[in-house]
């Protein structure tokens, strides 16, 4: 994903493995061992040159953080509507979230903003449940912000 992802890394809080996804497929996993703290690990890979949405998932044993970058393709996506959840927790943000997505248009960018740490869970899994698409999470080191496609 171009560069570490920074975490905690301690008996009680760590990375156990990392994703890679191209689009919505899986293309590899690195398992890491427990007890280290300091991993490296490189993927090589060869991708036909055609634009795709890269996704890095990173898995530790408390929550899980998405990154992801566009291949080929360097301007931020604008957001149509943005939802502040600052100062909610679960299961609200999840419950705004889907009443905000069904105010938007099919096709239109959903900005989540949220400061509760279970939405880095909640949140990506919501989408993958719905079939909506989350086309970027971001780690604001105060909160967390979502950006999420209406897919139907």
């Not at 291949?71 to 149509?80: R, S």
Request: glycine residues 6%; aromatic residues 6%.
């Amino acid at each position: 994903m171009g560069g570490s992802i920074p975490h905690v890394i301690e008996p009680v809080h760590n990375i156990q493995s990392v994703e890679l996804y191209a689009d919505e497929n899986f293309l590899a996993r690195v398992v890491l061992p427990s007890g280290y703290t300091k991993v490296n690990a490189t993927l090589t890979l060869v991708l036909e040159a055609v634009e795709r949405t890269l996704r890095g998932m990173e898995r530790c044993n408390i929550h899980i953080c998405i990154r992801g970058i566009k291949m080929n393709e360097e301007t931020e996506v604008k957001p149509d509507e943005t939802l502040d959840c600052i100062g909610l927790f679960c299961p609200i943000p999840v419950f705004n979230t889907t009443e905000a997505i069904n105010s938007i248009n099919i096709g239109e960018v959903l900005e989540v903003l949220t400061d509760d740490p279970a939405s880095t869970q909640d949140i990506p899994r919501w989408a993958k449940r719905t079939g909506h698409k989350l086309l970027k999470f971001e780690d604001q080191d105060d909160n967390f912000r979502f950006l999420i496609e209406r897919t139907k």
